[in-house]
């Protein structure tokens, strides 16, 4: 026997979820908010991309931002990536991939992947070109059109060489140092299914992020006369989203601003 269906609206959405909503849109007002500040004080007539930071909070917060005009959603994990990006698949949203990438992981990142923006060393673009390669013929496999070519950062370590040297252990947060962008720019730019799209960084600890941004911008200026299509600078997080508008970053990678502090790591 089925119980009549009662009258009235159907069942609200749960409470959490609605209070979640009114506190994301909130951090992201503001932080919209501070990049149009931002750019009015540098001058800029036109706004950089907001990429949202996503790592380590569910994919429940990523369709509540979906719904809230966000569309460019950064990870550091393939993992976590992945399973999010599957679960979002009725969604219009580009994944940026943004942390250290294993040269095995290069073929699944390939199948979601709008973006890698850590590309810092050769056997990477290989690895992500054979990538592309691989996803194109298992969807050709399923009658399914081949994907866009994989957008390439090339990230940039802007500390002293004795500090890359230091920590190139597991430790390491990743980048190619300045003088190696020309050699990895022109693998990228001959690899088949990549397109080189330009730098990312992320300010040295303890460095004046306005002078690290100044010196990407410098970098940038330098790939674009041999690659003018190469135009896309990523940089500025919570912290220093500022310093980046001012600098002339194209891109803005925000995590804890919108999303509130992350949950310990796990
Ligand atoms: C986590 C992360 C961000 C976002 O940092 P917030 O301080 O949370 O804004 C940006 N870029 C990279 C490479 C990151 O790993």
């Not at 054979?130 to 496999?141: H, I, K, S």
């Not at 990523?234 to 980046?244: H, P, T």
Request: net charge neutral.
């Amino acid at each position: 026997m089925t119980e009549p269906t009662p009258p009235g609206p159907a069942p609200a959405e749960p409470a959490g979820s609605q209070a979640r909503r009114a506190d994301l849109a909130a951090r992201l007002a503001a932080v919209r908010d501070r990049i149009a500040a931002a750019a009015r004080a540098a001058g800029r007539p036109d706004l950089p991309e907001l990429i949202v930071v996503t790592k380590f909070f569910p994919a429940s917060d990523v369709r509540l931002l979906a719904g809230l005009g966000v569309r460019r959603v950064g990870e550091n994990r393939d993992q976590e990536a992945s399973a999010k990006a599957a679960e979002l698949a009725d969604l219009d949203l580009e994944w940026h991939f943004i942390g250290q990438l294993q040269t095995n992981k290069a073929r699944h990142v390939a199948r979601y992947a709008h973006a890698v923006q850590s590309v810092d060393r050769p056997q990477l673009v290989s690895a992500l070109s054979r990538g592309v390669a691989a996803e194109n013929q298992r969807r050709a496999g399923e009658g399914l059109p081949a994907r866009s070519p994989l957008e390439c950062l090339i990230q940039v370590d802007l500390r002293s060489p004795a500090e890359h040297a230091r920590d190139a252990g597991p430790a390491h947060r990743g980048g190619a140092l300045p003088a190696d962008i020309g050699a990895l720019a022109g693998l990228v730019d001959a690899a088949e299914g990549l397109r080189l799209g330009g730098l990312m960084a992320v300010a040295p600890l303890g460095a004046d992020p306005a002078a690290a941004f100044a010196r990407l911008a410098g970098l940038s200026a330098a790939l674009r006369a041999s690659y003018p299509g190469a135009d896309v600078v990523s940089a500025g997080m919570s912290q220093d989203l500022e310093q980046a508008v001012a600098a002339g970053a194209t891109h803005l990678r925000v995590g804890s601003d919108v999303l509130g502090p992350r949950p310990p790591l796990r």
